[in-house]
């Protein structure tokens, strides 16, 4: 249930220099947190933290109200293994694009914290666990999507599409959907339109919230040869992107309202967190029209936005059944 990587910690490390010749040879192994915590970052818990926030909500609007503590806990856990399990994978794939980017040749295999081969089984073991543990202790079909979504990422994003089109995010992103799928299945058993409208609300969100990070970190990615979109177009051009998928975006979580049958409170929220969103989307498209620089751009204005945008909407979805039922 993963989404491409938004993690934005940069450390000052010489870009022309290899790691390992900064690293150095290690006078003594690494201590066991430095090898524990390795394994852990292999999995971006950063990440994972929103793909619950999609998750644990949808709960809510299945069940109408507070979904069952053992439940949740079991969906909780199962994705959040199955999510680290992805990005593990991804790790393994993508360790010569982080060892060539500043912003991820910190992580554990880029320092040699972790042998491939060795994240390679961390990440199929979690997997088979993740899929093990939904499906019997939640149900089969929120198993199924869970490896679905794991598959697609990395095959579908990391293999295929990551090095060769510019539309990389853009289908790529529809792995980190998967988690509103996941909840509502998780209550009910089977799927609905509700959860297919947040699924494309999640969709529509990525382009734009991802786009922003990569105008930050557009060298990073020209450096490891990864076509993202600001690396090949101009900000206008991408500014104008993010806009237009700003607007699809608001729209979508709009028809939550007369699908789901929301009360009044949902599409309050959605208005407002829209309304705001699109202010600041088109406040980068007018930076845009005046230069092309990161700094007059401030792109991460956006970026930070996004998040805030995505957290709140989605705890909208859970109180909206509390507070109008």
């Excluded at 949740?72 to 959040?80: D, E, F």
């Excluded at 199929?124 to 490896?147: C, F, P, Y």
């Excluded at 990569?214 to 690396?231: F, S």
Aim: glycine share 8%; proline share 6%.
């Amino acid at each position: 249930m993963p989404v491409p990587d938004p993690e934005v910690r940069v450390t000052a490390v010489d870009p022309h220099v290899s790691l390992r010749t900064q690293e150095g040879a290690r006078a003594t192994p690494p201590r066991l947190r430095d090898v524990v915590m390795a394994y852990v970052g292999l999995t971006k818990p950063r990440i994972i933290e929103l793909l619950l926030l999609t998750t644990v909500p949808v709960m809510f609007l299945a069940q109408r109200g507070v979904p069952p503590l053992g439940l949740v806990v079991a969906t909780v856990v199962g994705g959040t293994l199955s999510a680290g399990s992805a990005n593990a994978l991804n790790c393994v794939y993508d360790a010569d694009i982080d060892e060539r980017m500043r912003r991820t040749r910190r992580r554990a295999l880029p320092r040699h914290l972790v042998s491939q081969r060795a994240a390679l089984v961390f990440g199929l073991m979690l997997g088979v666990v993740s899929t093990v543990m939904l499906g019997l202790l939640v149900n089969w079909l929120s198993a199924g999507l869970a490896l679905a979504a794991n598959v697609f990422y990395v095959v579908g994003y990391t293999m295929i599409l990551k090095r060769r089109t510019t539309q990389n995010i853009v289908w790529g992103g529809a792995a980190g959907c998967f988690p509103a799928l996941i909840g509502w299945t998780a209550v009910t058993g089977e799927l609905a339109w509700a959860p297919v409208v947040l699924f494309l609300v999640v969709f529509f969100w990525t382009p734009p919230h991802f786009w922003a990070l990569a105008i930050r970190y557009r060298e990073d990615y020209a450096a490891a040869e990864v076509p993202m979109l600001p690396v090949v177009a101009g900000a206008r051009t991408v500014a104008r992107q993010i806009t237009g998928y700003s607007y699809v975006m608001v729209a979508t979580s709009l028809l939550l309202w007369p699908v789901a049958g929301t009360g009044w409170f949902y599409p309050t929220v959605a208005v407002v967190l829209g309304a705001a969103f699109l202010v600041e989307s088109h406040l980068l498209l007018r930076r845009a029209a005046v230069s092309d620089d990161v700094v007059d751009l401030k792109p991460m204005r956006l970026f930070h936005w996004s998040n805030m945008y995505l957290s709140l909407l989605f705890v909208g979805v859970a109180l909206d059944p509390l507070l109008t039922r």
